[in-house]
């Protein structure tokens, strides 16, 4: 095996086991960035010794092992009671056990349970509400998602100096705070849950429609937002929540090869070919919702909402057999559960389809002076696409100008002047 193959080889392995070591590391040392740091240390231990040794045999387990290792000897040097360092030197011998293949099966299942509540408790810290958004963001794709600091600023267009920075002030505020590594109980369970969930989807619809930048989509972090959303539906089976973000997600995805055109240009839902759209993802979309809606009890949440939402396109073959009566049903039920300017744009859209034009613009020009929505650029969009179809077609195009003008990305910017342009002819 060739050194470049062997550097392959180790990432691959990183990338799946980088969140399982960290977070077994962590429940040892009790510092989530220390953990990460003493992750990284296996993990150049492996650039240096695999090359020449080879892959071993089990390579998440001697991950694992050098992991712990390095947290036993940071432990040792702060000199902790001597019964913690033979509790951890028995789990260092049965993870060690693990590089024998006989071991394997027997020893994963024993530990399943142990690694899957590490894993849960380092979800939930990464994304502990006393970090900012974009803390949270970026410490959770670095250490649940396994992603480098570059590859997490190549994928939000900002600086690696600054994703790195965020990283660190996350690290050093978790330990600041205090926040202790451990499942949240009781009735702080709810809001924390809800951040985690946030943080997931906000990384999807960064994948799913750029903020910025040349191209409409970054497909990557889509496949990591779910990646991650599958994970926690595995550590959290029982929370609807959980299978709606995943469902509302991976009905979402099955239009990625829909979404652009030859040339990259956006193509919006409606004008979209569907016998593009991924079937598998559907398939499993509609499954987690399924699941989603028997584990709920009352009104559904918002992700379970908006999957049901999600299903109605999905289950429509072609655009003209939506159901917009339904679809305009649950963007009510949502506005009474997460009320917020953008679900009631969204929820004029659905009327519009569903009832007309006119009586959609009337909700429309209700938020326009809305502070929440001044620099969002699908309000006038919306409001431009309204007044074409009432054929007022001037005061669309300003619309779209104005729309063309707040739109950070150039691939949906330049889609906007293009409809401008298109209320001349």
């Given at each position: 095996m060739t050194t470049e193959t062997t550097h392959q080889a180790?990432?691959?392995?990183?990338?799946?086991?980088?969140?399982?070591?960290?977070?077994?590391?962590?429940?040892?040392?009790?510092?989530?960035?220390?953990a990460e740091e003493l992750a990284q240390d296996?993990?150049?231990s492996a650039l240096e010794h695999w090359p020449k040794d080879g892959v071993p045999d089990n390579p998440a387990a001697w991950l694992m092992t050098a992991a712990k290792r390095r947290a036993l000897d940071q432990l040792r040097h702060h000199k902790l009671a001597a019964e913690k360092h033979e509790q951890i030197g028995h789990e260092l011998e049965a993870q060690e056990a693990l590089i024998v293949p006989d071991f394997v099966d027997a020893l994963d299942a024993a530990r399943a349970d142990e690694i899957g509540d590490d894993m849960l408790r380092l979800i939930?810290?990464?994304c502990h509400p006393v970090l900012s958004t974009e803390a949270r963001v970026a410490l959770t794709l670095k250490m649940l998602g396994g992603l480098s600091t570059a590859e997490i600023a190549r994928a939000f267009l900002v600086p690696e100096p600054t994703i790195a920075q965020r990283i660190v002030r996350a690290k050093r505020t978790l330990?600041?705070?205090?926040?202790?590594?451990?499942?949240?109980?009781?009735?702080?369970?709810?809001p924390r849950m809800a951040s985690v969930l946030e943080v997931i989807y906000l990384v999807f619809n960064e994948g799913y429609t750029a903020t910025a930048g040349d191209d409409w989509m970054r497909p990557a972090l889509c496949d990591e937002a779910v990646r991650l959303g599958r994970i926690l539906a595995g550590l959290a089976p029982n929370e609807p929540e959980v299978h709606g973000l995943i469902a509302l997600m991976e009905l979402q995805a099955s239009?990625?090869?829909?979404?652009?055109?030859?040339?990259?240009?956006?193509?919006?839902?409606?004008?979209?070919?569907?016998s593009r759209w991924d079937q598998l993802l559907i398939r499993r979309g509609l499954s987690a919702l399924e699941r989603a809606e028997a584990l709920a009890s009352g009104t559904?949440?918002?992700?379970?909402?908006q999957a049901a939402i999600a299903a109605c396109h999905a289950r429509a073959h072609v655009a003209d057999e939506t159901d917009w009566l339904q679809i305009a049903a649950l963007y009510d039920a949502l506005a009474q559960v997460q009320p917020s300017p953008v679900v009631e744009l969204n929820r004029a859209v659905a009327v519009s389809m569903a009832y007309g034009p006119a009586e959609a613009l009337?909700?429309?020009?209700?938020?326009r002076d809305n502070p929440a929505l001044r620099s969002y650029q699908w309000l006038p969009s919306v409001r431009g696409d309204l007044l074409a179809k009432l054929d007022r077609r001037e005061e669309a195009r300003a619309e779209f100008e104005r729309a063309a003008a707040l739109a950070g990305n150039a691939r949906e910017r330049e889609f906007l002047l293009e409809r401008a342009r298109s209320m001349l002819n």
């Open positions: 180790i990432t691959a392995v990183w990338r799946i086991e980088a969140a399982k070591i960290i977070a077994s590391v962590a429940r040892m040392v009790r510092d989530v960035g220390l296996a993990l150049v939930f810290t990464a330990s600041a705070a205090k926040v202790p590594f451990e499942l949240p109980r009781g009735d702080t369970l709810a239009r990625t090869a829909a979404r652009t055109d030859a040339e990259g240009k956006p193509v919006l839902l409606m004008a979209q070919e569907r559904p949440g918002p992700y379970v909402l009337a909700i429309v020009d209700t938020m």
